[in-house]
């Protein structure tokens, strides 16, 4: 695929898990945001900022401290800049007994604690950023 160009590769899980930490570190985005399991590949394309996700399976995962349970295909794709993912694929977030997938993630700049999580659908959710802290 030509979006790939030029990108970092990092295949297994310890060295894709570290490459996606470490990007959501760079671009100032909470450690817990992407609860991964059983990496597959991880990638990224300093120049565009697309990033990809391939894990063996979906993951589900419930952030306790705002009770939102969150669902990742086991392909997520998505560009990431300061503070923000655009174009995110792969993500839902469950809404009553809907799970409208999230198209984008933003944190407030200048900070003001608060990450929003937009869908296709035209919900936009706010939460406090340490509910995405790693461990959560």
Known sequence: MAEKEG???KQGHEEGLELACSLLKEFELPGGL???ADVI????????GYMWIQQKGKVEHN???ISK???????????VEKKRIKKLKGVKAKE???WPPVSEIIID???TGKIHFKSLAGITKT???EAFAAGQ
Not at 41 to 48: A, D, I, R
Not at 69 to 79: A, E, F, N, Q, R
């Open 41 to 48: 590949e991880v990638g990224f394309v300093s120049s565009t």
């Open 127 to 129: 939460f406090p950023v």
């Open 109 to 111: 700049n200048p900070p």
């Open 63 to 65: 952030f306790k401290m």
């Open 7 to 9: 990108a970092v590769i």
């Open 34 to 36: 992407l609860p991964l």
């Open 96 to 98: 009553l007994i809907l």
């Open 69 to 79: 349970l969150v669902s990742y295909d086991k392909d997520i794709t998505g560009y």
